[in-house]
């Protein structure tokens, strides 16, 4: 079956530590998609690309790095200049027109800071 | 900036009742608007898709409506089951490169 799969389910980060959540998704989707998602807030978009080797920052980038190298594949690295990082981690993908199709949505990652 | 919002949390009801969720959104230049559903600790499952030409869409026991002008969209669930417990988030968006915008979610609970 088509989706998006995002890996760990789960993941530790001690402070100071740079860490890398992956998303990669098979429905042959142009777009792709990085929220965060806090208790009692909306989902937050942090990065977001159109194209393979071509991202633009969202809302709250900042501590946050991205790379597009692959249509599949579009991973998040959570650097140390993240304070808070703790939260769970959404990835999304949509066709080029996305609006037309709607987003489809991974099952998430929980990052916890040690 | 466009914002949507949502009502926290609705009261616990009985199964077998007919709900409605409310979400409202301050720009009224949207492309489409999305409903979707939320589970404790997992992802987002895509309930329903409106594109703005639309006025509704249907989906089983769903019915979501959107009224573009004045910036609502309504959600309606007909004989609730304790299995559509959950969190119920609507999105927007206008239809550029960057993504949907969100409401908070209400969640659901539904007494056996």
């Known amino acids: 079956d088509g989706g998006i799969t995002q890996s760990p389910k789960y993941l530790f980060r001690k402070e100071g530590q740079n860490v890398t959540l992956s998303c990669e998704q098979n429905l042959n989707h142009d777009a792709m998609y990085w929220y965060r998602q806090d208790p009692g807030q909306g989902l937050r978009l942090i990065y977001y690309?159109?194209?393979?080797?071509?991202?633009q920052k969202g809302d709250i980038a900042e501590g946050y790095s991205v790379s597009r190298e692959k249509k599949e594949s579009f991973p998040l690295t959570v650097t140390s200049a993240q304070k808070n990082p703790t939260a769970f981690y959404l990835c999304?993908?949509?066709?080029?027109?996305?609006?037309?199709?709607?987003?489809?949505f991974g099952s998430g990652t929980r990052l916890t800071v040690v | 900036k466009q914002e949507v919002t949502q009502i926290p949390a609705a009261p616990s009801v009985p199964e077998g009742e007919n709900l409605v969720l409310n979400c409202s959104f301050t720009?009224?230049?949207?492309?489409?608007l999305q409903w979707f559903r939320q589970d404790p600790g997992k992802g987002l499952t895509s309930l329903l898709l409106?594109?703005?030409?639309?006025r509704e869409q249907t989906s089983g026991r769903l019915n979501a409506s959107l009224d573009k002008s004045s910036g609502r969209s309504t959600l309606y669930i007909a004989a609730s089951q304790p299995g559509d417990s959950a969190t119920y988030l609507c999105a927007v968006t206008g239809g550029g490169a960057d993504g949907l915008t969100f409401g908070k979610g209400t969640h659901l609970i539904i007494q056996p």
């Open positions: 999304a993908s949509s066709p080029i027109g996305g609006a037309n199709y709607g987003y489809t």
């Open positions: 409106i594109q703005s030409s639309q």
């Open positions: 720009d009224s230049a949207i492309y489409n």
């Open positions: 690309s159109q194209i393979v080797n071509d991202f």
